[in-house]
């Protein structure tokens, strides 16, 4: 039985191995497969306890740091589920005003995949009033041109590198760019999105590279990207929405930063995952593509839908914003120490993509490497 201890020992070693403060994607890996480990982990737990032997004290030290491995991711994913306090309100019946809701639906729809039929089944089924496309190059483009006629107001962004972009909108869109923050490779969309009720509500579309053998060595420049956008957005004093596939799990701790620093909300807090990938294994599932709101949002509906051939599930949210959500939400409190660690980040992306010879030609960015410059340097 000496492959239980085996397994607790790894179990133990996966659990805290994404605590080391490094960007490499194999340290950074870790941080997705939290339910998996924690599954095993427990299934390990009880079988060190019905294991019939005398206890000695290597087992007994086995024990102990399993059990804290167990703690420590349980205090990572039990903020997914209804034992959690919900972060985000949901509208009552007779609090619904159509005129202030807006529904999304996000899709990263894997480039080759060319089940085209089954998103616009989904489309026709929901009718959302924004639809974000990932991974979408020229060949998605004209597949959904069926649906333009319904989204008069578009931003396309059609690439062949896996980070084209398609926004489709029923609503008015004011505006509107295609920004480049840390790489010439991986465009987002900004743009403001004009509600039926006139509200104007700030939207970023993001989808930055993974950290992985195959795509971003490192997660510098994903981390760096996310913080640059919740940097901007804490000084906004209007509606805010960003969403997309960050590439990142929303218990990690950059993802988190990110909602301290811009003070942006998750439904799914208080609620469940909605693990979007990988679609094809079920054991293998974490959630990557993500919806976070200003505090003056509460929700109506979000849900994951069905497979339509991508490795990814879409995502839809619905929500209604009203000043009495306002001041009913807590959004997570900000520290001094992460202002800090925010900066730090930022500016260790600027750096790799100035090292890596990339462009930094985004207007939120530019700021930050001209304070790199300066006698004071980060703000």
């Known amino acids: 039985m000496l492959w239980i201890e085996i397994m607790a020992i790894l179990v133990i070693w996966l659990s805290f191995w994404s605590l080391i403060p490094r960007d490499e994607w194999w340290i950074r ?15 390990v737990f009880v079988l060190l306890l019905l294991w019939n032997v005398p206890w000695s004290g290597g087992r007994q030290l086995i024990l102990l740091g399993l059990s804290a491995a167990l703690a420590y991711q349980l205090k990572m994913v039990l903020p997914y589920t209804l034992l959690w306090k919900k972060q985000v309100k949901k509208v009552r019946p007779d609090q619904l005003n159509p005129d202030k809701q807006i529904s999304l639906l996000v899709s990263n729809v894997l480039m080759p995949n060319d089940c085209y039929h089954l998103l616009i089944e989904q489309i ?63 465009p987002s969309i ?6 039926p009720s006139g509200q104007p509500v700030q939207l ?8 992985s053998p195959t795509e971003a060595k490192e997660s510098t420049l994903r981390d760096a990207e996310l913080l640059i956008v919740g940097d ?27 909602q301290r620093i811009s003070g942006l909300l998750d ?55 009203g000043r009495k959500f306002e001041r009913i939400h807590e959004p997570l409190a900000q520290t001094p120490a992460d202002e800090q660690e925010a900066q730090q980040a930022i500016q260790q992306g600027i750096e790799k993509a100035e090292m890596e010879e990339k462009v930094v030609t985004d207007a939120i960015a530019q700021p930050y490497k001209e304070d ?6 980060m703000r």
């Open 29 to 43: 890996g870790a941080d997705f497969p939290r339910l998996q480990i924690l599954s095993i982990g427990l299934v």
């Open 267 to 321: 439904p799914r807090v208080g609620r469940h995952f909605i693990n979007t990938f990988h679609a094809k294994y079920p054991l293998l599932r974490w959630s990557l593509d993500h919806i976070f709101h200003s505090a003056d949002f509460a929700l109506i509906e979000m849900r994951r839908l069905p497979y339509i051939g991508s490795d990814h599930f879409p995502v839809y949210t619905k929500l209604q914003t």
């Open 204 to 211: 970023y579309c993001l989808h930055p590279k993974p950290p």
């Open 124 to 186: 026709r089924k929901y009718r959302p009033d924004l639809i974000l496309t990932l991974e979408t190059n020229q060949t998605w483009q004209q597949a959904l041109a069926v649906i333009e006629a319904d989204y008069p107001y578009r931003v396309p962004v059609p690439l062949d590198n896996l980070y084209g972009m398609h926004l489709y909108s029923r609503l008015e869109l004011q505006d509107s760019e295609v920004k480049f923050i840390l790489s010439d490779e991986i």
């Open 190 to 195: 900004h743009t403001t999105v004009i509600l």
């Open 372 to 377: 790199m410059k300066s006698p004071g340097g």
């Open 232 to 258: 901007q957005i804490k000084d906004l004093q209007e509606s805010c929405i960003v969403m997309g596939d960050l590439n990142d799990v929303a218990w990690s701790r950059t993802t988190r930063l990110f």
